[in-house]
């Protein structure tokens, strides 16, 4: 971060950053509207364009091809590749009517998921993204948290904002909502679970906590706390077995929250979810 910021970025700033499926491309997206994309193996910048007229906060990469997707404050959701000249955008998608603050592509590659400061949902057609397929109105704050299950087809989580607090299930084959729950909470970023069907969520104001959630029932099973500021940043590790949680608090944490999968040996046949093994200032 220090090396992009400091040498190419000037006075810009980062505002989002995403891994590529492969994890040998970085994308980058600035305060001021630029998107970075990087080879990190070489540290070598590969393209960089203003696509947007303002803070590109959301970055998605589509899992089967190069195309990389970005959400902005000017509302507008650009899908570009980073192999041709990013200033010519492959397509645009508008909709939504205050800034974008959350994109997420499916994992099939069919759907993409948007979240926005208009408190709407909204779900684009890959093969259709000019125009969004569905709408989801029932959040009552801004939308950023979104996963995809990696367990079924179709179905997606969201999570709203502090006035919201809901974290809810949307079934987009039949468009319908497969229910919710009032968190308590903010609800900042979420990912399920590679080895368990189960989602993990992060919240801000009042608790600040991690809290990990079975679907059928949809009931939270564990509250991991420790943070003392909005837990914004979330990522899991290669192996399913562990999140990694960041925050406002100067401290990254690392928790190990999932048992390994039948093809990962297996130390024990019991595990525990217990609190980070590591905190990074």
């Given at each position: ?141 801004a939308v950023k ?105 100067e401290t990254l ?29």
């Amino acid at each position: 971060e220090m090396c992009i910021r400091d040498r190419y970025m000037g006075s810009d700033s980062v505002a989002s950053v995403a891994w590529s499926p492969g994890g040998n491309l970085l994308a980058v997206g600035s305060s001021k509207g630029f998107v970075h994309v990087w080879d990190c193996a070489v540290s070598k910048e590969l393209a960089k364009s203003r696509v947007h007229g303002s803070r590109v906060g959301s970055i998605s990469w589509h899992p089967r091809s190069p195309m990389v997707s970005t959400g902005s404050r000017d509302r507008a959701i650009v899908h570009s590749d980073p192999r041709s000249r990013m200033d010519t955008p492959v397509y645009k998608s508008l909709g939504h009517k205050q800034e974008v603050c959350g994109v997420r592509w499916s994992p099939d590659g069919q759907h993409l998921s948007s979240g926005g400061n208009d408190n709407k949902v909204l779900i684009w057609n890959k093969d259709k993204i000019n125009h969004s397929c569905l709408k989801f109105n029932e959040h009552k704050a801004a939308v950023k948290a979104m996963a995809w299950s990696t367990h079924q087809n179709g179905l997606l989580a969201t999570g709203g904002g502090t006035t919201d607090r809901c974290l809810k299930l949307w079934d987009i084959t039949t468009g319908q909502s497969k229910g919710g729950v009032d968190t308590g909470s903010q609800v900042c970023n979420m990912i399920w679970g590679i080895n368990s069907n189960e989602l993990v969520t992060t919240h801000g104001y009042s608790s600040n906590h991690v809290a990990i959630w079975q679907l059928s029932p949809l009931k939270c099973i564990a509250k991991l706390t420790g943070h003392l500021s909005r837990v914004v940043y979330l990522t899991m590790s290669p192996d399913g077995q562990s999140v990694v949680t960041g925050s406002g608090d100067e401290t990254l944490r690392f928790w190990q929250v999932f048992p390994p999968n039948k093809y990962q040996s297996k130390k024990e046949e019991l595990w525990e979810v217990y609190p980070s093994q590591f905190d990074v200032r």
